[in-house]
């Protein structure tokens, strides 16, 4: 099981760190992501990292300002992000892929998910 944590309300332009926490070795040698929805929209594709942590992908609109990592030793993958904006507003899933063959983007190539931390970000 996943469990998501870190959110909470921020000012623009203020950061947070987002933890995912595997309650056993769910991360390692699988890809992990991180996936945002806000309210009346659909879930969207925010970062993804490699099995490796070699490779990590993010969505054009928080390039720059988003990090994703991993810890596997301790069974964690981290959001760190910065200069956070209005439209970061949502509710944050992380997930974990096992199949080793996807784009990582889509949230139907996921396996299983963490049940979400809000982040609200006032203007």
């Known amino acids: 099981q996943l469990q998501a944590s870190g959110g909470g309300l921020v000012q623009a332009g203020g950061s947070l760190r987002l933890s995912c926490v595997a309650s056993r070795r769910a991360f390692s040698g699988n890809a992990v992501g991180w996936f945002r929805q806000a309210p009346g929209k659909e879930r969207e594709f925010v970062a993804a990292?490699?099995?490796?942590?070699?490779?990590?992908y993010y969505t054009d609109s928080v390039k720059g300002r988003f990090t994703i990592s991993r810890e596997d030793v301790e069974n964690k993958v981290y959001l760190q992000m910065n200069s956070l904006k209005p439209e970061d507003t949502a509710v944050y899933y992380c997930?974990?892929?096992?199949?080793?063959?996807?784009?990582?983007?889509?949230?139907?190539?996921?396996?299983?998910w963490g049940q979400g931390t809000l982040v609200t970000v006032s203007s």
């Open positions: 997930a974990v892929e096992e199949d080793g063959v996807a784009t990582l983007r889509l949230p139907l190539e996921y396996d299983y």
């Open positions: 990292i490699s099995w490796s942590g070699g490779s990590t």
